[in-house]
């Protein structure tokens, strides 16, 4: 069974950074690009960040580019979202998913950790 | 402002047909990258729902179907149930900015 766990969220301040992590597990992990997606209150869903299975390549929204980091570590099966600069409207709760590539769409998804950005 | 443009609510009766659609534009939908769409249940995480405009994961019933024309898609509910009541998100990819591209969502309500 695919399973995806993320950890890390929590509250930090305006201008500070958290690092998030998804663990993952149930398929072989360094066969698939991995995806951050966020979630504002109450809003719609937001793609933010996508890596490729073997690192080489990343994409960001250009809501983030600059100020956050994807990464990954196949030895352990693990994908992270380093954040940083953050803001307000950063404030969501961010899912990691895998994603199937060059297809563009997500099939499994983990259950999500929230980030709060605030005084 | 999202990409893909869904209309913000649909409701229907138990045993009805709804569809839900998605528009976008020359950079994505209409640049021939495939339709997705997820269904988010009330307090859980999204969950893929159709893939490749009219494919089903194992375990989504044929109740749900999508389809996809020009810059255009839909996702087609019928038979429905109380259970169907949740926000359903399209989704493409966007050659403009190299990346996936979500619609603002639609809450389905069962009536």
């Known amino acids: 069974e695919v399973q995806l766990v993320e950890t890390g969220g929590g509250l930090v301040q305006p201008g500070g950074s958290l690092r998030l992590s998804c663990a993952a597990s149930?398929?072989?992990?360094?066969?698939?690009?991995m995806t951050w997606v966020r979630q504002a209150p109450g809003k719609g869903l937001e793609w933010v960040a996508t890596?490729?299975?073997?690192?080489?390549?990343?994409y960001y929204a250009d809501s983030v580019r600059g100020r956050y980091t994807i990464s990954r570590d196949n030895a352990k099966n693990s994908v992270s979202l380093q954040m940083s600069s953050l803001r307000a409207e950063d404030t969501a709760v961010y899912y990691c998913a895998r994603d199937r590539g060059m297809s563009y769409y997500f099939d499994h998804w983990g259950q999500g950790s929230l980030v709060s950005v605030s005084s | 402002q999202s990409v893909l443009t869904q209309p913000p609510s649909v409701s229907g009766a138990p045993g009805q047909r709804v569809t839900i659609s998605c528009t976008g534009g020359s950079s994505d939908i209409g640049a021939g990258f495939d339709v997705h769409w997820y269904q988010q249940l009330p307090g859980t995480a999204p969950k893929l729902l159709i893939y490749g405009n009219n494919n089903r994961p194992s375990g989504v019933p044929d109740r749900f179907s999508g389809s996809k024309s020009g810059t255009s898609a839909s996702l087609a509910i019928t038979g429905l149930q109380a259970e169907d009541e949740a926000d359903y998100y399209c989704q493409s990819y966007d050659s403009s900015v190299s990346g996936s591209v979500f619609g603002g969502g639609t809450k389905l309500t069962v009536l």
């Open positions: 149930g398929f072989t992990f360094s066969f698939y690009w």
């Open positions: 890596i490729k299975h073997d690192g080489s390549e990343k």
